[in-house]
Nanobody, 127 residues
Framework: QVQLVESGGGLVQAGESLRLSCRST????????VGWFRQAPGQEREFVTA????????VYTDSVKGRFTISRDRDRNTVYLQMNSLEPEDTAVYSC????????????????????WGQGTHVTVSS
């Protein structure tokens, strides 16, 4: 089983940055695609970004392109979400999720594709 723990959330002002971490505590993430999703109060969960087994295999939702970067550190068994130029609209609970995939499979943007989820970390961006 994969157990995911997110960290790095907090309260920042618009224009500032945060880096979220998604760490697997029990198994290596090397065979898993990892996605980040977010859910704002009163809204549906939405896809943010995901990374496949190959670090260059990434996908982003349009609203974060150019501002957010997903990456993985294999030595630390962690996937990061670097968020720059944060906007109040980015306020949400951010959760990471993992799905075991073959190396050539591109990461999914669909939440229902992922098998393991973390508890989430809160991000609040004030204007």
């Amino acid at each position: 089983q994969v157990q995911l723990v997110e960290s790095g959330g907090g309260l920042v002002q618009a224009g500032e940055s945060l880096r979220l971490s998604c760490r697997s505590t029990k198994r290596s993430l090397s065979e898993y695609a990892v996605g980040w999703f977010r859910q704002a109060p009163g809204q549906e969960r939405e896809f943010v970004t995901a990374i496949g087994r190959r670090s260059g295999d990434t996908v982003y939702t349009d609203s974060v392109k150019g501002r957010f970067t997903i990456s993985r550190d294999r030595d630390r068994n962690t996937v990061y979400l670097q968020m720059n130029s944060l906007e109040p609209e980015d306020t949400a609970v951010y959760s990471c999720a993992a799905k075991r995939v073959i190396v050539t499979m591109s990461p999914s943007v669909r939440a229902e594709s992922y098998d393991f989820w973390g508890q989430g970390t809160h991000v609040t961006v004030s204007s």
